[in-house]
């Protein structure tokens, strides 16, 4: 039993990947690629209320999660912070007890705060499920879900001699850290002597164990030589502001991912990205729009993967 999962292995909550086993992220897998294929589950959540409890800002996220509630059949209520009683001092954990009194089962949980959704869980009622939308710089994990299900489809379900790079700001991303937790869950760099690449500049690279068993440069070319993924992080603007990056046309000179500089990857390599995108930043317009982009199909699973998660922790 862990802070996610019963005695028995099943998920209670969803707050990481960290850790998960690969058969039990295998099976998400699987059951969001029914969903990608238009499989209808209409009535799986029918009678059960999930609620979007987002204490900082989201629209793509927000949506996906409403749109795959709302297909399952679930009673979905959206939670406004700003316009709620948390600014008149309410705790979030009031919060939540407060709708688990009215009936709500799911609570689908962004938080600014690392660790926030797992101190919310370890609060909840028997019978309630948490899903973390994004905490802190922590986890993101239906991001990681429906990336390697973008992944899969486009290069098969053997992730094991995959060669990735992930490029940008690693340090402030939780992105980052759901997808190198799921990359390693799924075997990339098993059996290789090449890992996974992380590429960026040393201000915006973690320097704890996020980045164990990586290689780790600051060459977006030798990066970006030979790969089939380039997953490129959002620049948040306030970087600049803490002076670690020097100008935003310095950060694309050196980390931009140009169409000239996609032709190092493999013939094949696919283009990621979690948006949304500094166009002319982290990415060009002719590479965002091209014909190696998933970007859009990263969105468009988005709701097949929430629904699988939202369907293993409600329903039944």
């Known amino acids: 039993m862990t802070a996610q999962t019963d005695a028995a292995g099943a998920l209670r909550h969803l707050l990481t990947l960290d850790g998960m086993p690969r058969a039990q992220f295998t099976a998400l897998l699987d059951r969001a690629q029914h969903f990608a294929e238009g499989h209808d589950a209409r009535g799986a959540l029918a009678g059960i209320a999930v609620c979007t409890l987002f204490f900082e800002p989201s629209t793509r996220t927000r949506m996906s999660f409403t749109l795959a509630a709302q297909r399952l059949g679930a009673d979905v209520l959206s939670f406004d912070a700003s316009s709620s009683s948390t600014s008149k001092g309410e705790t979030a954990r009031d919060t939540l007890k407060n709708l688990e009194a009215m009936g709500v089962r799911g609570f689908i949980v962004r938080h600014k705060q690392d660790g926030a959704v797992a101190e919310l869980a370890a609060a909840a009622n028997p019978g309630t499920a948490l899903l973390n939308a994004g905490d802190g710089r922590s986890n993101h994990p239906t991001q990681g879900l429906l990336d390697m299900l973008t992944l899969r489809q486009a290069k098969g379900a053997d992730f094991s001699r995959l060669k990735v790079a992930i490029v940008g700001d690693v340090k402030h991303s939780r992105v980052a850290r759901s997808d190198l937790h799921a990359l390693r869950t799924l075997g990339v760099g098993e059996g290789q002597s090449i890992d996974i690449r992380v590429c960026g500049p040393a201000s915006l690279l973690p320097d704890d164990g996020t980045l164990a068993g990586c290689t780790v440069t600051h060459d977006l070319d030798a990066a970006l030589e030979g790969v089939d993924v380039a997953m490129m992080l959002r620049l948040q603007r306030e970087r600049m502001e803490e002076g670690l990056v020097a100008s935003l046309d310095d950060y694309h000179r050196d980390y931009g ?33 091209g014909p190696q982009s998933l970007i859009l199909t990263q969105v468009r699973n988005g709701v097949a993967a929430r629904m699988a998660v939202l369907e293993a922790l409600l329903a039944g």
Request: net charge negative; glycine share 6%.
């Open 257 to 289: 991912l140009t169409a000239a500089r996609l032709r190092r990857a493999a013939s094949d390599a696919v283009v990621m990205h979690p948006g949304p995108m500094n166009r002319g930043v982290e990415i060009t317009d002719e590479v965002a729009d």
